[in-house]
């Protein structure tokens, strides 16, 4: 795996082919990935191999540091493993070998291309997954106006099918909006932006470098223009038999 950095400007691009797909290659049943805490601020991948349920290897010999506060992107044709790898270090994944090493304590929250709406009233669609942090009606509707959705203010407390409601950009926008309650140290997304237009995207990405310019970013994408809100890009490819 490569890791390269970034100029002031612009992400330096530097692509490292991972090892083929070996659909052959069988990981041991009860052989899964070691997770464990870092004794600095980084994240710490440690001779990582991920593995799908059936065996077949992803990514293998994985060694990276991401620093706190760093925007990594992750790039990459179909199938090399960019949704499992994210995955793995959100802790949603565990098939594989390896070490994964987190800050202690870290808050970590897990962005996906859907984010999940539950059944009840909007408000508690903006809470879900926050129980330990007290959310005044003020921050849900400062964190809603600064991600585009200050008309939903006044449907807080109606009840509905909002996962029906609301389109899949409004969604992406309320994981977003989660982001903004929530403040974490660390956050993973897989293909977040992917139902916004780019002015949209724009929007949002620029969080990254205001309201939650400390946290450490690790995201999948490819469509034009994450590059500029991501110090560094990593770019899986398979390499040729």
Same mark, same amino acid.
């Given at each position: ?14 692509? /490292? ?11 041991? /049943? ?10 600095? &601020? ?5 001779? %990582? ?26 790039? +990459? ?7 499992? $790898? @994210?995955?793995? $270090?959100? +802790?949603?994944? !565990? ?13 970590? @929250? ?28 003020? =921050? ?12 939903? @203010? *006044? ?5 509905? #099918?909002?996962? !029906?409601? $609301? ?11 989660? %982001?903004?309650?929530?403040?974490? !140290?660390?956050?993973? =997304? &897989? ?14 990405? #620029? ?15 490819? #469509? ?11 770019? %899986?490819? *398979?390499?040729?038999?």
């Amino acid at each position: 795996v490569a890791e390269w950095m970034a100029s002031a400007n612009r992400v330096d691009e530097l692509v /490292e082919a991972l090892e083929s797909l070996d659909v052959g290659v069988i990981m041991e /049943e009860k052989e899964f990935i070691e997770f464990g805490v870092s004794d600095d &601020d980084k994240i710490h991948i440690q001779d %990582l191999a991920v593995a799908h349920r059936n065996g077949r290897i992803v990514i293998t010999g994985a060694n990276v540091v991401i620093p706190a506060g760093e925007k990594l992107l992750v790039a +990459g044709p179909s199938g090399t493993g960019k949704s499992t $790898l @994210v995955r793995a $270090l959100a +802790g949603h994944w !565990q098939w594989g070998s390896g070490r994964i090493l987190l800050p202690k304590d870290a808050h970590i @929250v897990f962005v996906p291309q859907k984010p999940y709406i539950p059944l009840g009233t909007l408000r508690q669609a903006m809470l879900y997954s926050i129980s330990d942090m007290e959310i005044t009606d003020a =921050m849900i509707e400062g964190a809603l106006r600064r991600c585009g959705l200050s008309y939903l @203010v *006044r449907h807080l407390d109606e009840e509905q #099918r909002w996962d !029906q409601t $609301l389109s899949g950009g409004e969604r992406q926008r309320i994981a977003f909006v989660r %982001l903004l309650l929530q403040r974490p !140290q660390i956050i993973i =997304m &897989d293909e977040a932006t992917s139902a916004l237009d780019e002015e949209s995207q724009v929007s949002m990405l #620029r969080l990254f470098n205001e309201d939650l310019a400390g946290a450490t970013v690790i995201s999948v994408g490819h #469509r034009v223009g994450l590059e500029d809100f991501h110090d560094k890009k990593l770019v %899986l490819e *398979r390499r040729a038999a």
